[in-house]
């Protein structure tokens, strides 16, 4: 876990699969416009399951 960190989407990397919203414990995660993004990003806690789980590698934490 990173604490205090958050997850960012480069929208010019994503491909709006999905499997970051699908793999976020916490809901954070939504397809937006056919992207990912962090819609809720107070429920965000930085464990990274949607970094490790992007094959694109559009995630990271900040």
Do not use: F, R, Y
Request: hydrophobic share 35%; charged share 20%; net charge negative.
């Amino acid at each position: 876990m990173a604490e205090g960190q958050k997850a960012v989407v480069d929208q010019g990397v994503c491909t709006g699969c999905g499997i970051c919203v699908d793999v976020c414990p916490h809901g954070a995660l939504e397809l937006v416009d056919g992207l990912a993004k962090l819609t809720k990003p107070e429920l965000c806690d930085g464990s990274g399951e949607c970094v490790e789980a992007c094959p694109v590698q559009a995630i990271s934490l900040k």
